[in-house]
């Protein structure tokens, strides 16, 4: 067997070795060795093989194989820009802790600089991104077997965090020498007999000490993104995507500035989506406190304020205190639903209550970054029999359907996603799923607004502004849905949001759901909703 076509299949074992269950492919020349070697490994049922062929499209799909199962799924390309489309995905990946293997090949080092077709300097090319970088040597004695599959343990231990950091992507580049296809000669060498890993890694683990706070003073808990499970007997404002979320207030990031102000805040993960939830932790006259990451990343504190960092201490709130919350929660749901009954009231704030309340239990919910997130948060009643994700660790809209599709191959029931139109279209290729491909069943419901509605709400979309807005933070766009599904098989049916629940059945395929609204009245609703909100809050308190 030839050197490149032998290093490809100890590489490809030795990550089958360490558990790696899925693997994404791109196509290319330099990489046809591990295209072989995962073909191979796919065939004889080993692990479960997803080619694709757009090289950023299939970053996302790692990550969301990646981020639902937990386990590290290596993305692989080809030399060149091939590699470079990968670091958007990267960068989600570290931000958020997600184990994504980019597996590159590589023109040989003595080809790098001499001006070789689609060779650029790949070594270090995600810099500060990933864990670990690594690139493999090149050789050709047996002795080789040994070194590459330690190389590989050590990646998927990076990618793992059993290495004493968090969790994360890691890089491993490949340089290939032609010959690039397998010659029949010979064998890859062997591993360790038992069919393990060749470096078994243990998992490290981390403890803190209790924070430092009155364990009786008014207090709350501000949860985002990777935030630990715990219970906690004070009010919890969390994101979708915690894990705190399904025991959070309903109404928590509308109550901010009109509920009874803590004396301190525990900020648990990484909070990101709402403002209210940044004054607060800015306030001066407010002591912040973070949990500390069990993985070993670091804690958020935007504004530089939090005063330690530690374990959950145990808590023993006023009773009162507790309940003035809840009584304010309470009256804030009830003036929420009243609007939101409205048929004529804010579409996506419609939507996203009527879509979480209508998803069987057991499902899945992909959230896109921009608005539907936010009006998930801010509108549907929490649920604790969803598994809710959403691509926080950088917030991008891009890859968002890929990552969908990606989630809703490893996850064991119906899977649903909430896109806007714009993150839809930003990962359109997401949509192509070759005819020989694992097919999920996934359910896309797109809040279809004709742009970038969530820009509405910004400071460029205050009335004096109008001028320039529409254009350029606007974007609108005229794609038809309809056509659009139609080009990529995809199945698609428009509804309203009182129509929404009997589009939801059974889907066999990937299908879109088109929803469609209105942006020119998206401000001014926000801000008549919250006005209520507030006005039936002062009225509880």
């Known amino acids: 067997m030839n050197p490149s076509s032998m290093h490809a299949e100890v590489v490809v074992d030795e990550l089958v070795r360490c558990g790696v269950t899925d693997a994404v492919l791109c196509p290319g020349s330099r990489n046809a060795p591990l295209s072989f070697a995962l073909q191979a490994a796919d065939a004889s049922g080993r692990l479960r093989l997803h080619v694709r062929i757009d090289e950023r499209t299939a970053a996302f799909l790692a990550l969301g194989l990646a981020l639902r199962s937990g386990r590290p799924v290596p993305v692989c390309t080809t030399s060149g820009t091939a590699v470079a489309n990968l670091h958007p995905a990267v960068l989600e990946a570290s931000y958020a802790g997600v184990p994504l293997i980019a597996l590159t090949a590589d023109r040989p080092p003595q080809m790098v600089g001499t001006g070789a077709s689609q060779t650029i300097v790949q070594q270090g090319i995600f810099g500060g991104a990933v864990r670990l970088a690594v690139n493999g040597a090149p050789g050709t004695a047996a002795e080789e077997n040994a070194r590459l599959r330690s190389a590989v343990d050590r990646v998927v231990a990076a990618a793992l965090g059993s290495t004493g950091g968090p969790p994360g992507p890691v890089h491993l580049n490949m340089p290939f020498a032609q010959p690039l296809v397998p010659d029949g000669v010979g064998s890859a060498p062997e591993g360790r007999a038992d069919g393990g ?50 025991a959070a207030l309903r109404c928590g990031p509308w109550l901010l500035g009109n509920a009874p102000k803590p004396a301190q805040v525990i900020v648990a993960g990484r909070p990101t989506l709402h403002r209210p939830v940044q ?187 109008e001028h320039a807005f529409e254009r350029v933070f606007g974007t609108p766009h005229r794609v038809d849905m309809a056509a659009l599904g139609a080009a990529m098989g995809v199945a698609h049916t428009v509804v309203d949001v009182d129509g929404l629940p009997s589009a939801l059945g059974p889907a066999a395929g990937v299908r879109l759901v088109e929803v469609r609204a209105e942006r020119a009245t998206l401000r001014a609703a926000h801000e008549e909703l919250r006005s209520a909100i507030s006005a039936a809050v002062d009225a509880t308190i």
């Open 197 to 246: 890993p060749w470096v078994e890694v243990a998992r490290s683990t981390r403890t803190s000490p209790p924070l430092p706070l009155d364990p009786e003073a008014p207090t709350i808990v501000i949860a985002g993104h990777g935030a630990p499970e715990l219970d906690a007997p004070v009010p919890v404002i969390a994101e979708p995507a915690s894990t705190l979320w399904p």
């Open 279 to 465: 004054s607060l932790l800015a306030d001066p006259d407010v002591a912040v406190y973070a949990l500390a990451d069990p993985a070993g990343g670091p804690w958020n504190d935007v504004p530089g304020v939090v005063r330690a960092v530690g374990s959950m201490p145990r808590l023993a709130p006023d009773p009162s205190w507790v309940q003035r919350w809840r009584d304010a929660d309470t009256a804030a749901a009830k003036t929420l639903d009243h609007a939101l009954d409205d048929p004529a009231a804010q579409t996506g704030l419609r939507l996203a209550r009527a879509l979480v309340a209508a998803l069987p239990a057991g499902a899945q919910l992909v959230l896109g970054s921009s608005n539907p997130v936010r009006d998930v948060s801010l509108a549907a009643v929490p649920r604790p029999d969803l598994k809710v994700l959403s691509n926080r660790g950088v917030a991008g809209i891009d890859g968002t359907v890929s990552t969908a599709v990606g989630a809703a191959l490893v996850h064991d029931g119906p899977s649903f996603a909430l896109l806007g139109d714009l993150t839809l279209l930003h990962d359109t290729t997401g949509l192509v799923i070759g005819p020989d491909e694992p097919r999920p069943d996934l359910t896309i419901v797109v809040l279809n607004d004709g742009g970038g509605g969530i820009f509405g709400l910004l400071e460029q979309g205050a009335a004096e502004h």
